[in-house]
């Protein structure tokens, strides 16, 4: 890989700028909005790097694709697809979206609130303790084991003190049967899920897993089912992103994540992962610094997929 980084976050450091630190999850709004840091993974174990790589953030809905992940393990593709969609919904990704309407679990995808607390709910364990960890299992087996992965209690603690709209959602999804469990223990490991924190490292080898069909850097024996990955990609492509999602497909043309801490894991199918991380966001709630810089390396790299 040669690709002059350095340069590059140079280049989109005067966007960190023009963005705002979400205000409604307090915890965040204690971020450095100047930092911005990159990382790149290549299938055959190249790491190159550049910024502020080394900060450690709250990975936020970057947790929902292995949330994803977790629940095809424990269930499999159809039983994961009963009880929720795969279409991109146009809308912010917490908005209540249905109350003129019956609640049907194909209005939901994975990669929005809502569907996010309905695929939590598929995780299986003895308790939601149970579930948590084991979801932070897979988190730290996909991520390498010298990555640095732990849970903010800081920004945990915030997110279930501010979280009024997920319980909205959540009790939503309980009136129309979609969820069956105790609403405020789903919802604790959700919380628990989104405050999950690491560093750009960290996203780049979570990216390079899904790149390199569910296998690590350098291997050829899958950690995850090859096809998994396939499908979590999918959605990453027309839902990663937010409602800003076909907006990055045509600029950047690569299956992504955000995540309001600032985050972004991009995965460039059979080639690298990349980790950004840049807390200003824009109007949708991605980094806007962090998009800037995904632009300029599929340029300069020519990673679209399309």
Known sequence: MSVHLEEMVAACKPYTQQGQLPSYIPALKKGDPKHLGVCLLSCDGQLIQAGDCGVQFSIQSIVKPILLLQALLDNG????RAHVGVEATGKPFDAINYTDQVLDSQHLNPMVNMGAIAVCSLIRGSSYQERFQRLLALTRLLAGENARIQVNEDVY???KASGNKNRALAYLLKTYGIIQDDVEEVLDCYFHACAISTDCVGLARIGCVLANKGCQPGSQDPIIPPEYARFVNAILTTC????????FAVRVGVPAKSGVGGGIMAVVPSRMGIGIFSPALDAKGNSLAGTRLLELLSRELNLSIF
Not at 77 to 80: A, E, K, L
């Open 77 to 80: 593709v159809d039983t994961v």
């Open 240 to 247: 990663g992103m937010y409602d800003g999602s076909g907006d």
């Open 157 to 159: 603690r915030s997110e």
